[in-house]
């Protein structure tokens, strides 16, 4: 299975802090995901980085894209290319491929215009309804699949939501927080939907979206028993480095200048992540943070209910697992419902 992580910050960030650097970083996911439990854990299909320019005028407000389908723990290019590169915005990606074949095509991220998305997880008899999201879609939003992955038809449909809600994906502009929220959770419903009819297979639908400001990650499966795909978030005033390859999420006066969303997380430290909560969406403006309960026949109200780990590890994945200290922190009932996340 995939994994992905997002970088938003009042200030940019070097590539490299986030990419290669850490010990525990997205690129040496790829090669020892302590959150895939399977024999052979390792995300070696290909890797996506993508980010936006710094001057960022109304022009160029296009995300910048380097994939490649090497491993990306083998890539030279990857390594020099994230030393010398910072941005305020970043979305990067691993593959383990599920579906489709191991081309640049099929590597996350994904973009339109301004628009960039990648996923983890993967749509259960995805040859099933295939057919059924391609009919369902804007023709123009399908032209523009231009590889053979769930992912990337997912994005088509994400796509064809934003314009059904009233937001034109080639505008360039800016998409009101809401409707992108929304946009992400009627994709989610569609494929919900197209699958039930098919198969009682669970899906994994953890979506990342942006338009370069506004940000929207779900955390979602097709159960009401099993856990989803692994999903945590940090924010602080600074990620820093206090040994060589080991980081921190640095608090300090209770400034809030980044937020990061990630598969894993980058580090060790107990206190530095919270899980996101599954079947819900984290949303992340000007760097505030908010979570939402996706409320449909998979919702649970009661907070305290427990969910099987069985259907993630068939998958190779569980939801948390052991730091060097302790687990990571599970997020607090209070702060669901769509509430603003205390993050000191």
């Excluded at 990067?92 to 599920?98: C, D, N």
């Excluded at 314009?163 to 009627?186: A, H, M, T, W, Y």
């Excluded at 779900?218 to 924010?235: C, I, K, N, P, Q």
Aim: aromatic residues 10%; proline residues 5%; glycine residues 6%.
């Amino acid at each position: 299975m995939c994994r992905f992580l997002i970088y938003k910050g009042k200030d940019p960030m070097t590539l490299s802090n986030l990419l290669t650097k850490p010990q525990h970083s997205i690129i040496n996911q790829s090669y020892d995901s302590r959150l895939r439990i399977d024999a052979q854990p390792v995300n070696g299909d290909g890797f996506g980085v993508g980010y936006y320019t710094l001057d960022g005028g109304r022009g160029d407000r296009a995300p910048c894209l380097y994939k490649a389908i090497t491993p990306a723990w083998n890539n030279l290019n990857l390594q020099r290319i994230s030393e010398k590169t910072r941005s305020k915005l970043i979305f990067a990606h691993v593959r383990a491929s599920t579906y489709g074949v191991l081309s640049e095509t099929n590597c996350h991220p994904f973009t339109y215009e301004n628009i960039m998305f990648m996923h983890n997880g993967g749509i259960s008899n995805f040859d099933k309804i295939k057919l059924r999201l391609i009919n369902f879609i804007d023709e123009k939003f399908f032209l523009q699949i231009k590889g053979s992955t769930d992912s990337e038809c997912c994005f088509a449909l994400l796509l064809h939501c934003l314009k059904v809600n009233g937001f034109d994906p080639d505008s360039g502009e800016l998409c009101d927080l809401k409707i992108l929220r929304q946009s992400v959770v009627d994709t989610i419903q569609h494929i919900k939907n197209w699958v039930k009819e098919v198969s009682n297979d669970p899906s994994l639908l953890n979506f990342a979206v942006t338009d370069g400001e506004n940000i929207v990650v779900s955390r979602y499966v097709t159960s009401r028993t099993d856990e989803a795909a692994s999903l945590y978030f940090s924010t602080g005033s600074n990620f820093v480095e206090f040994a060589p390859g080991r980081f921190k999420m640095e608090r300090m006066n209770k400034s809030q200048n980044l937020v990061m969303v990630a598969s894993e997380p980058l580090t060790f430290e107990r206190n530095d992540w919270l899980s996101v909560p599954t079947n819900s969406t984290i949303s992340i403006s000007k760097l505030n943070v908010l979570l939402h309960p996706i409320l449909d026949e998979y919702y649970s109200p009661d907070p305290t209910q427990s969910r099987s780990f069985d259907y993630a590890s068939s998958k190779g994945m569980i939801g948390s697992y052991p730091t060097e200290q302790d687990t990571y922190n599970e997020v607090p009932p209070l702060e669901r419902e769509g509430r603003a996340v205390p993050t000191h």
